[in-house]
Each structure stands twice: as structure tokens, then as C-alpha cells.
């Protein structure tokens, strides 16, 4: 047990150097402020894949709609996926309102066979309807800023990326799971930003990023990876990344975050981190991967230790230790990135939401790579 607890240690030290590393990356970005004032010209196309989401539809679909920038440079198209509930009724309604909406249905334009991703197939139809040069991708439950398109399009204006990754945030209802899941995803927000900036890994989430379209046909879309039920923002960006690494960025701005829904239970909040999880052995990133491996093992050591305590308590000593080392590891980081996002009140549960962090890290880890889950009502092996 004495070479366990050494091990642990050994991983300890190298977990505290990447994160140290992720902090000073992170310390060295500056936000993003646009100084061009050049008439807008960007295109864009905005694609929202949606199932079953009839309430957020009516929520948040809105914001998307009414941007400041000119509504002749953009559209937005809805892809209904087999919806059950009134969400395509309530983006046909909507139409009326909006020029610039457009709505596509997946049960009008697929053969009836069973795919492992639906999402990315939406995408995919989408995108050949598109007018955009500009692919830009979001989430039904998203809420987004005034600028954000003005945002994207200074950015892309200024910097002359292919690709670029943008900033989101859970909204924070001060339940115990949302804080949790705040507080995780904050983190991971951080490191996104961080790694693409530094052009160390090629991370992204599809609820807030940006792609030409002659660049998505250029690396033959999803091909390759369609067959992966996850992926449809960081496989796809790694395969750009493969093609112009320089024109992989991330934009870091206030007015770019994109507000999302957290998992409403703890059901739902493991079935949407296995589903994440299970894309792990599939990046061709191999960065990401050994970095996922090493925050697993080490997770899964703490767990050990913690579990031998009961057998040789003075192992709760060596866990406590190593857990306080962890956490102020993190806080370091975690300091910087909240800061950004406004959300440093929520820094005082840091220390408190470990032991919880550390189970859940291994149980939707081994799923993610062993068992199944449920997404949007489907069953995903």
C-alpha cells in the first residue's frame, strides 16, 4: 500500500505542474475587445439542433434571433430531431416574426434508419442548406449576448482564424447540484481556454463555436467520426486543427459567453458527463487523452486511499493531506478563471465539492468507456 500511496504522490506532483501550467496560459490571455471599425461583413449561419426542447425554444431562441448585428448578414436554422413535444410548432410560429428563421426537420430528410449520432447528422444536413460563409453552432437551452455575432465577426475580422472556440456558463440556480456542476464546468472552461490559446490541446463545446464552411468540406465534415454518438464539436475541431493549427483560437470576451442550462437532477448530470466521457480513447489528440488519464488515476487513487482508511486509518491522514494539496492546486487556478466569468462567490464551496468531484470523476470515467447512457431519450452504448 506504501508504493500506492508513493504513486499517488508521484501523480500528485505531475497533476500540480499541468495545472500550474493551465494557470499561467490562462494568467497570459488577454480578453478579447474589438478596436476595427469596419463595417460588418461576416455571414454567418447559425444551426441549433433540437429535441424536445418545446420551453427553452421559447426561452432562449429569441436572444439567438434578435442580435445587434445586421440581420441581412445571418440566419439561424432550427433542426428539429424527431422532436415528440411542440418544439418545430413553436420555431414555426416564431417565423412569422423572423425573415431570417428557418426551420429543418430530420424526419422530412432522413431515411428512417437508426444512426449512433443524430446530432452530427443534423449539423451535416444543415450546413448543405446554409447560406453563410460562417457556420456558427448552439444549443436550444442557450442564452446569448446582444454582441455575440458582432463579437465573432470583430474577432474573426481582426485574428483570421478557421476556427474558433468561445466561452460557456452553466446558469447557477444556488442548488447544491448546480453549484457543483458550475464550479466543474468553470474549471473545464478554463483549461479550454487556456490549452486552444496556447495551441497545446484542440477543446471546444458545440454550444458556442464557430467554423468556415469551405473548412468543414474541406476536412470532409464528420466522416470518420460519425459513428461516435459524441464529438460533434471536439473530434470535428481536431480535425481542422490537423489541417491549419493557426487557424485554431479561442475567443475570450464578456460579450462571446453563452449561458446554458445545467442538468436538472443527478441522473441527467451523469448521463451527460458518461456521454462526454465516452469519446476519451477516440481523440486522435493524444494530448487530451494523457492528460484525461492522468486526472482519472489520479481521481480513482484518491478514491483507494480514502476506501483503505477504514482498514488503516492513518490512510485518512494521507488522504486529507493529499485532498488539501488537490484543492489548492485547483484554487490557484480556479481564482483566475472565475474572475472572468464573474462567479467568484461560488469559490467558497470549492474546497467542500471534492470528495464529490473525486466520485464522480471515476464512476463517469469507467462508463464513459464501459456502459451506456441516455441522451435526449435514446440509449447510447
Request: glycine share 4%; charged share 20%; proline share 3%.
Amino acid at each position: 500500500m506504501l508504493y500506492l500511496l508513493l504513486f499517488c504522490f508521484v501523480l500528485m506532483a505531475g497533476y500540480g505542474y499541468l495545472i500550474e501550467t493551465y494557470r499561467r496560459w490562462f494568467k497570459n490571455i488577454v480578453p478579447f475587445k474589438a478596436v476595427s471599425k469596419a463595417p460588418a461583413c461576416t455571414r454567418f449561419t447559425v444551426l441549433i439542433p433540437a429535441r424536445n426542447e418545446e420551453e427553452n425554444i421559447k426561452l432562449y431562441l429569441p436572444s439567438v434571433l434578435q442580435q445587434a448585428y445586421p440581420q441581412n448578414l445571418f440566419e439561424v436554422i432550427v433542426i428539429d430531431d424527431h422532436s415528440t413535444d411542440a418544439t418545430a410548432g413553436v420555431v414555426s410560429e416564431m417565423q412569422s416574426q423572423y425573415s431570417n428563421l428557418k426551420l429543418l426537420r430530420l424526419k422530412d430528410l432522413l431515411p428512417d434508419v437508426a444512426l449512433n449520432s443524430y446530432k452530427k447528422k443534423a449539423i451535416e444536413i444543415a450546413i448543405k442548406h446554409a447560406a453563410g460563409d460562417w457556420i456558427v453552432t448552439t444549443d436550444a437551452d442557450c442564452l446569448v449576448n446582444a454582441n455575440w455575432l458582432q463579437c465573432f465577426a470583430d474577432f474573426i475580422g481582426e485574428r483570421n482564424p478557421v476556427f474558433v472556440a468561445a466561452p460557456v456558463a452553466f446558469f447557477n440556480t444556488r442548488s447544491f447540484l448546480s453549484i457543483f456542476q458550475s464550479l466543474d464546468f468553470m474549471s473545464l472552461q478554463g483549461i479550454t481556454a487556456a490549452s486552444v490559446n496556447q495551441g497545446f490541446h484542440s477543446m471546444c463545446n458545440g454550444a458556442n463555436l464557430a467554423y468556415k464552411k469551405v473548412v468543414f468540406n474541406q476536412v470532409n465534415g464528420f466522416t470518420g467520426i460519425d459513428k461516435i454518438a459524441s464529438g460533434d464539436d471536439m473530434l470535428l475541431m481536431h480535425k481542422i486543427y490537423e489541417k491549419n493549427p493557426a487557424g485554431v483560437k479561442f475567443l475570450l470576451s464578456k460579450d462571446a459567453i453563452v449561458r446554458t442550462l445545467s442538468m436538472p437532477d443527478w441522473k441527467s448530470f451523469f448521463n451527460q458527463r458518461i456521454r462526454w466521457a465516452s469519446k476519451a480513447d477516440t481523440y486522435q489528440d493524444k494530448r487530451i487523452f494523457w492528460v484525461l488519464a492522468l486526472v482519472y488515476f489520479l481521481n480513482l487513487l484518491l478514491l483507494v486511499i480514502f476506501v483503505t482508511g477504514f482498514f488503516r486509518p492513518v490512510f485518512f491522514v494521507y488522504w486529507v493531506m493529499l485532498l488539501l494539496v488537490k484543492t489548492l492546486i485547483e484554487l490557484r487556478f480556479m481564482r483566475l478563471v472565475a474572475a472572468f466569468f464573474g462567479e467568484e462567490t461560488l469559490l467558497k464551496w470549492f474546497g467542500f465539492m471534492q470528495p464529490f468531484h473525486i466520485m464522480y470523476t471515476v464512476i463517469a470515467g469507467w462508463l464513459g468507456k464501459f456502459g451506456s447512457y441516455q441522451w435526449k431519450g435514446r440509449k447510447v452504448k
